[in-house]
């Protein structure tokens, strides 16, 4: 294998420990040192199509760590979602450029377009590495057992609905808070983390994996309110209907949609106030409504070190990877081991592209809408702090007043 140039880019939704993996990536391809040269791609697929470059193979060490402690994309991100033609475009630059190595740190649409980029260096007899690192909040890749972003994307979430339940046992009423997952309820998932008592806590969860019916979310926010005074819910942006139409559609005909031809279910506010709506018209109490937006992709006070140094490890497994005998193309890959161990596998770019992770049903129980002791134990090592709270209790003092005019 001939080692010519290597590119490195950035895809998709900006995290808090995405630099943490371009820092990892740099350090151990400057480290192999069987490079002519290291560029890196501005806007992501988007820079590598107008040939967009620069350069680097001489950054220094004390520059490249205080960009992996910087939250969201150093080398800028982008939206676009390659076909054949597009990525037959970014081909050419490489091609042109002496580019041997490519890497593009994404989730399963960056692994997608990493898997047609290597399918036509193959087709053509170029030699080309394309190497795919994980990432994504949405914690959705399959093959690896959690993502880098994840971890402090959860962190935060968790953080938030324990303000947020401590500021409701304060001012009891109904706390809604919309937070982020299009097919995926990890994230919403992580705020349960956030309550004192998992097992017996106010809060409610609603995820995109189970189908979202008015009449029971209505019943069971009412039972909740009910018992405790009070009632916590935490909804996924991609909620369905039992057609597996996103519930926002179905409440705002209008929606406006992506480039894609995807409902934009982030960057407003009409779920929450629409669901807010709702329970206030059943109830007749006041409700207060959150949507979360993107604040909690790259959120720099709840970064979670384990989820920043996983990020850079696994980097720099992907970079090994590249280096090895017979290397072509592959995904780099987190898995666990233990309790808590993990590593690094390669796996093959089709093994995670396109496709997505649920939720698993054993972290979930659709019934009482809480999530279980499985997912506690999947998710709290990942967060490395959890937040704490607690209750001040004491002996009522007895009535003085009251009892005399009883």
Same mark, same amino acid.
């Given at each position: ?8 880019? !950035? ?19 400057? =480290? ?17 199509? %107008? ?13 490249? !760590? ?21 990525? #037959? ?21 960056? #692994?997608?377009?990493? =898997?047609?980029?290597?399918? !036509? ?15 994504t909040v949405d914690n959705d ?5 959690? @993502?880098?972003?994840?971890?402090? +994307? ?15 046992? &304060? ?12 097919d995926a309820g990890f994230l919403t998932?992580? *705020? ?18 189970? &189908? ?21 819910? #935490? ?13 926002? #559609? ?23 106030? *629409? ?29 979670? *070190?384990?989820? +920043? %140094?996983? +990020?850079?490890?696994? +980097? ?17 890959? /987190? ?15 089709? &093994?995670?592209?396109? *496709? @997505?992770? &649920? ?17 506690? %134990? ?11 709270? @607690?209750?001040? @209790? ?5 009535? /003085?007043?009251?009892? =005399?005019?009883?």
């Amino acid at each position: 294998m001939k080692f010519g140039k290597a590119v490195i880019a !950035q895809g998709g939704g900006p995290t808090a420990v995405i630099n943490h993996s371009l820092a990892g990536a740099i350090s151990a391809l400057i =480290r192999h040192g069987e490079i002519d040269a290291l560029y890196g791609a501005i806007h992501g697929v988007e820079g590598v199509a %107008n040939e967009q470059f620069i350069d680097l193979t001489s950054i220094s060490p004390e520059l490249l !760590q205080r960009v992996a402690a910087t939250t969201g994309s150093a080398l800028g991100s982008t939206r676009d979602k390659p076909d054949e033609s597009y990525c #037959a475009r970014m081909f050419e630059v490489l091609k042109a450029q002496d580019v041997r190595k490519f890497f593009y740190i994404g989730g399963n649409d960056s #692994a997608d377009t990493c =898997r047609i980029i290597a399918k !036509q260096a193959e087709s053509t007899g170029y030699e080309l590495q394309v190497t795919h690192i994980p990432k994504t909040v949405d914690n959705d890749l399959l093959v690896n057992d959690h @993502t880098p972003g994840y971890g402090s +994307a959860a962190k935060f979430v968790a953080h938030a609905f324990a303000g947020a339940d401590m500021d409701n046992r &304060s001012l009891p009423g109904i706390y809604l808070g919309v937070v982020m997952g299009r097919d995926a309820g990890f994230l919403t998932a992580a *705020s349960a983390l956030g309550c004192c008592n998992h097992q017996d806590s106010p809060l409610l969860v609603y995820i995109p994996e189970y &189908s979202f019916d008015t009449e029971r979310f209505l019943s069971q926010v009412e039972s909740t309110y009910r018992r405790f005074g009070r009632c916590m819910i #935490a909804v996924s942006e991609g909620i369905r209907a039992e057609d597996g139409d996103p519930v926002l #559609a179905k409440l705002h005909p209008n929606l406006d949609r992506d480039p894609h031809g995807n409902y934009q279910l982030s960057g407003n506010g009409h779920l929450a106030d *629409s669901l807010g709506a709702l329970i206030k018209t059943h109830l007749a109490v006041k409700v207060r409504a959150d949507t979360f937006g993107y604040i909690q992709r790259s959120f720099a006070g709840a970064i979670s *070190s384990i989820d +920043a %140094n996983e +990020a850079r490890l696994v +980097a720099e497994a992907a970079v090994n990877f590249s280096f090895g005998k017979e290397y072509r193309s592959g995904s780099a890959a /987190i898995v666990r081991t233990g309790d808590y161990v993990v590593e690094y596998q390669l796996t093959s770019l089709e &093994s995670v592209a396109r *496709s @997505t992770k &649920s939720l698993g049903a054993d972290f979930y129980d659709p019934i009482t809408a809480k999530m279980t002791q499985s997912f506690f %134990n999947y998710a709290r090592p990942l967060i490395d702090e959890l937040p704490h709270c @607690t209750i001040l @209790t004491g002996n009522p003092v007895p009535q /003085i007043l009251r009892k =005399r005019s009883q």
